[in-house]
């Protein structure tokens, strides 16, 4: 009895299982089975995509390029003075604001001068005095040479009158010194700007002493109309530079900010440095900007963009649509019976977006942009328009193909 019920549960069991499988079947069959009309007319099946495929393309054209060299430089100013006091005194006036613009000659600061208009005046005094005790000595030396031409006195005595006006005009001599030596340390006491540039921090304050010696500046100037840039470029890209360097060419070069959205300043490479660094294998460049609107700063880093050459009415492709493969870089071009073909290029130079190529395709000729890796030579090709793709699509429930039994189509 018990080996009966156990056939009778097994053979239950596989009745269900098959029952099972059935309607897994026609499950199946409903769910394929409307999507083989549309699937005709497209070309495309449920589990492979037969039919074209959607591709963005892009026109060949043709504009001058410029082919540039990119590297990081570092702003430098041209002249960079630490201003300091040249006297000893208190600081008694400070003139300047932080940060303004100034001239060559203008007045920073004042170091008191009342001590040394004393010793201007003691430097005129000695010199007056000095001046009036030879001019008496000449007049002696005058008598005296009347009296030698008489043969009434010694010549002993002519010569020691002589030695006397000759020893006052060496004081003379000396105390004109002494009052310019006065007069220049009186003019020391007015600190002007030797260069002119951008003030930096002001570092001493109104009534400190200072003193010719002392290691911290009253400020600081840098140079920044002009300022130069010097940034390094790879051993490599050296010959095309010397190249038109040698034939005079002037360069020009552009420095943007770290994230190369907006450019600082235009200038043109000024020189080259006169030996290649081993270490590096890099060699070093100053180019030159004017700075009229002062967007470079001492020590800031920009990205530099050196543009060795324009080559005009070059031939242009989108960066996107280049390849790369075994047998080189290349690119798929879609003829007018929308098929694509594989064409190698010869890629020159790029500046991130477009590409200059020097063989390979012709002005006018459509390249894939994006849908290429289900690409191959041959291929059929749908070109999608990008004014349509960018169009928003209406949400829609997942399951509402099911219910209407409309098919599922795949892009």
Do not use: C, H
């Not at 009229?292 to 880093?301: D, G, I, R, S």
């Not at 990205?303 to 290349?330: K, M, W, Y």
């Amino acid at each position: 009895m018990s080996n009966a019920s156990a056939t009778s549960a097994k053979t239950s069991r596989q009745w269900l299982i098959g029952l099972t499988l059935l309607a897994v079947l026609f499950l199946l069959l409903w769910w394929f089975w409307p999507s083989a009309p549309q699937s005709q007319q497209t070309g495309r099946g449920r589990f492979g995509d037969m039919g074209p495929t959607p591709v963005r393309v892009a026109e060949v054209r043709q504009a001058d390029f410029a082919i540039e060299l990119k590297a990081l430089g570092t702003v430098t100013a041209y002249n960079t003075v630490n201003v300091r006091s040249r006297v000893d005194g208190e600081l008694v006036k400070v003139l300047f604001t932080e940060g303004q613009q100034v001239k060559a000659g203008d007045l920073l600061a004042v170091i008191d001068p009342r001590s040394y208009e004393v010793a201007l005046q003691q430097a005129q005094g000695a010199l007056q005095e000095n001046q009036a005790q030879l001019k008496n000595a000449e007049l002696d030396l005058s008598r005296y040479e009347g009296l030698y031409a008489e043969d009434s006195i010694a010549k002993q005595t002519l010569d020691t009158q002589r030695a006397l006006v000759n020893q006052y005009r060496g004081s003379i001599k000396s105390n004109q010194a002494d009052v310019a030596t006065a007069k220049l340390n009186l003019d020391f006491t007015q600190i002007r700007a030797p260069i002119s540039g951008r003030l930096g921090l002001r570092q001493l304050d109104v009534g400190n002493l200072v003193s010719s010696g002392d290691t911290t500046p009253l400020v600081v100037i840098t140079q920044t109309d002009p300022i130069s840039v010097i940034f390094t470029i790879p051993e490599g890209d050296l010959p095309a530079v010397l190249k038109r360097v040698r034939n005079d060419v002037t360069l020009q070069v552009e420095a943007w900010d770290r994230g190369e959205r907006l450019k600082l300043a235009d200038g043109v490479l000024e020189s080259l440095d006169n030996q290649i660094d081993t270490t590096t294998g890099t060699v070093k460049l100053k180019a030159r900007f004017e700075n009229a609107e002062q967007m470079l700063f001492p020590n800031q880093f920009v990205n530099v963009r050196l543009r060795v050459e324009t080559r005009e009415a070059a031939t242009i492709i989108p960066s996107s649509s280049l390849q790369f493969g075994n047998r080189g870089t290349f690119v798929y071009v879609v003829d007018g019976e929308n098929k694509v073909s594989i064409r190698l290029v010869n890629a020159a130079a790029s500046n991130g977006e477009d590409t200059l190529v020097e063989e390979g395709v012709q002005p006018g000729e459509r390249l894939v942009l994006e849908g290429s890796d289900r690409l191959r030579d041959g291929a059929e090709v749908e070109v999608i328009d990008p004014s349509q793709a960018e169009q928003p699509t209406p949400n829609a429930a997942p399951d509402s193909s099911k219910r209407a039994g409309s098919p599922r189509t795949d892009a």
